[in-house]
């Protein structure tokens, strides 16, 4: 089976990757050539835990390629899949699908046989059959048929989450489309990974409603540890309560600083526009997107207040700037929003993550600093604010770190840590809902 990848970045490198893990001979092209020069050399232009190992051995193995070149291995390919940014278009909060539009007509002309094309990235509903309509318009004798695929990866689990998927999700309008991607997917029968086959529409909403559905449970969370702190519960018991209950269920129960990656909120105000498109509000998303920008902004005042009231001129160590562990993705992270507004209040920030600071310097203000190591970040700090909770601050030496510092201020937004121990060491602790 001959697969082509459009688009090297979190999810067709990785994605690309597991169907070569799958037996496939698959070929990943992408637009940036230095990334494709880079990926040949056998350098992998993201972090995401395994994947330099998975990547080296399905490219020893004669089935992973890479190419910055359509023409070739779009006219060998059995499946060609879309796997390009849809990013926020700028002013409006729809979708942006020229990357996929793009795609589509430059692949148009190469087809040679029965094709798959499958649309991997998160797209609004009707682009499959716009896709369609583009690669006929492009090549009126093709034969392929359109399909729709997303991907419910995880960045910083991605590799586990693609070869143990909780389901794989196939939008096809043909018997023969179905068919192929079966084939392609036929390693996961072993482990009797669940595939839902449906129509385009459907699989591309259930992709959107899925990732809407997850943000709303943090931003009601979040929600629900104001209410913790104005009654004095504690949000990590409330949410533990709650999780028991099956209907619940205890993941994506977390409060925090809000979310962010290039997902949830991206997608959340995608889903907006597509109900606005067909005359429908969707306030349930509204109020989640709502939620989360001010959660952002109570993490800047709930700062300001551990500080005695203002962050000016005070030295703020920050732990963690991607949006979650284990990746290096800067996208719509919560420290984007949080230390612009503390710097432009006169704080300094020294800030220390372990994959994200590369990309976070083109993204904070430049008077952000940025720590080599943990320990100089925490240096003559007044504050500690841990912001991604990666393993390394989760097991911090209390003791070395409140001799680094100078002040004694502990903020916690992701509520890793026991108050009682905090306190213990000396610190005075601030943490969300608790
Ligand atoms: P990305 O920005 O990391 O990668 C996109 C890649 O596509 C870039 O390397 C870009 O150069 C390339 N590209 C764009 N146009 C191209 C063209 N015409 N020909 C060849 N290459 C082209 O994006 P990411 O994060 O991989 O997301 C891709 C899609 O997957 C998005 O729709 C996203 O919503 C969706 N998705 C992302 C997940 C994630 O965790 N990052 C998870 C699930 C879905």
């Not at 809407?212 to 519960?233: D, H, P």
Request: with cysteine; glycine share 8%.
């Amino acid at each position: 089976m001959n697969v082509v990848m459009i688009g090297a970045g979190y999810v067709g490198l990785v994605s690309g990757a597991c169907f070569a893990e799958f037996g496939a001979r698959v070929t990943c092209v992408d637009k940036q050539p230095e990334r494709i020069d880079a990926l040949k050399r056998g350098e992998i232009p993201i972090y995401e835990p395994g994947l330099d190992d998975l990547v080296a051995r399905n490219v020893a193995g004669g089935r992973l390629h890479f190419s910055s070149e359509l023409a070739g291995p779009v006219a060998e390919a059995d499946l060609i899949f879309i796997a390009v940014g849809t990013p926020t278009r700028r002013g409006d909060g729809h979708a942006d699908l020229k990357y996929v539009y793009a795609a589509a007509t430059e692949l148009a002309n190469h087809l040679q046989g029965y094709t798959v094309i499958v649309d991997k990235s998160t797209v609004p509903v009707g682009t499959a059959r716009e896709v369609q309509r583009l690669v006929r318009k492009a090549n009126a004798d093709a034969a392929f048929d359109v399909a729709s695929n997303p991907e419910f990866l995880r960045e910083g689990s991605a590799i586990g989450d693609f070869l143990r998927p909780d389901r794989v999700v196939l939008g096809v309008e043909s018997a023969r489309a179905e068919a192929r991607l079966r084939e392609l997917y036929r390693p996961l029968n072993l482990i009797e990974a669940p595939i839902l086959v449906t129509d385009l529409e459907s699989a591309e909403l259930i992709k959107y409603a899925a990732n809407a559905f997850l943000a709303t449970k943090i931003s009601f969370i979040n929600e629900v540890s104001q209410l913790c702190e104005a009654t004095g519960a504690d949000v990590n018991l409330v949410a533990k309560g709650m999780g028991m209950d099956g209907r619940i269920g205890s993941k994506f129960l977390h409060a925090g600083p809000g979310y962010g990656g290039s997902c949830f909120p991206k997608d959340t105000l995608a889903l907006i526009r597509i109900a606005q498109e067909h005359g429908l509000s969707s306030r349930i998303v509204e109020a989640t997107v709502e939620v989360n920008a001010s959660q952002k902004a109570r993490m800047v005042a709930k700062i300001r207040q551990a500080l005695g009231g203002s962050e000016a001129d005070k030295r703020i160590a920050v732990l963690g700037l991607t949006f979650k562990p284990e990746t290096d993705d800067m996208r719509d992270a919560p420290s984007l929003a949080i230390l612009p507004a503390l710097a432009d209040k006169g704080a300094e920030v020294v800030a220390h993550d372990p994959e994200g600071m590369e990309e976070a310097r083109g993204l904070l203000p430049d008077t952000v600093r940025y720590a080599a190591t943990m320990e100089e970040a925490l240096e003559d700090a007044d504050a500690l604010v841990l912001l991604t909770e990666w393993n390394q601050y989760r097991g911090l030496d209390l003791t070395r770190v409140r001799e680094h510092m100078r002040g004694n201020v502990f903020v916690d937004l992701r509520n890793v840590y026991e108050r009682a121990l905090i306190e213990a060491a000396g610190f005075a602790y601030t943490a969300v809902g608790r």
